[in-house]
């Protein structure tokens, strides 16, 4: 089985990752034959997305030296 799982999300003044949200999502099973089948339902990986994009750390946006609030967009691959 493989996917992926688009998240939009807050990135914090520190760089935490606050409110992740799911915007988009696939999960395919893959067949002995290497053909991609679609799989129901889609959202299988949604939340160990979730799970995953609160762990992550980035740099916060600076606006005159100072960091802000930034909304941000990631696309979880799972393999």
Do not use: H
């Not at 799911?22 to 290497?34: E, G, P, Y």
């Not at 030296?65 to 941000?72: F, L, R």
């Amino acid at each position: 089985m493989v996917g992926w799982v688009m998240l939009l999300f807050m990135v914090t003044e520190k760089g935490t990752v606050d409110n992740p949200v799911v915007v988009d999502n696939c999960a395919t099973i893959l067949k002995k034959d290497k053909t991609l089948c679609e799989n129901t339902p889609n959202n299988i990986f949604d939340q160990a997305a979730i799970e995953a994009i609160k762990k992550s750390r980035y740099r916060p946006v600076m606006v005159e030296g100072v960091a802000v609030p930034s909304e941000a967009v990631a696309r979880v691959e799972f393999y």
